[in-house]
Nanobody, 125 residues
Framework: QVQLVESGGGLVQAGGSLRLSCTAS??????????VGWFRQAPGKERTFVAA???????YYGDFVKDRFTISRDNVKKSVYLQMNSLKPEDTAVYYC?????????????????WGQGTQVTVSS
């Protein structure tokens, strides 16, 4: 089992940047063997896929990202990062990280049994 904690959210003006962190803890398998995804949920909307990085550092992004976001990982620090640039008001949401062992369907929430509590990102216009 792995516990995930997100950090780095906050209030930023449109066009600004934020770097979210997802840090893992807990016993069991090494963090470097997990595939990790970021999802977001805006008020009144469904949770949507943002980005994912496999244990081999292959990356996937949601269509709306359009080269604005970059996902990366540091297995020594047991962390995955989401660098978000050129933020827009529509990026406002709670951002969640999640970890999965399965390699399949990483752009959906289905394969992720472990989730963090989320961090709020608010982009003002």
């Amino acid at each position: 089992q792995v516990q995930l904690v997100e950090s780095g959210g906050g209030l930023v003006q449109a066009g600004g940047s934020l770097r979210l962190s997802c840090t893992a803890s807990g016993p069991g398998r090494a963090f470097g063997t997990y595939n990790v995804g970021w999802f977001r949920q805006a008020p009144g909307k469904e949770r949507t896929f943002v980005a994912a990085i496999t244990f081999t550092s292959v990356t996937y992004y949601g269509d709306f990202v359009k080269d604005r976001f970059t996902i990366s990982r540091d297995n020594v620090k047991k962390s995955v990062y989401l660098q978000m640039n050129s933020l827009k008001p529509e990026d406002t949401a709670v951002y969640y990280c999640a970890a999965a062992i399965s390699m399949f369907g990483l752009t959906t929430s289905s394969p992720y049994p472990y989730w963090g509590q989320g961090t709020q990102v608010t982009v003002s216009s």
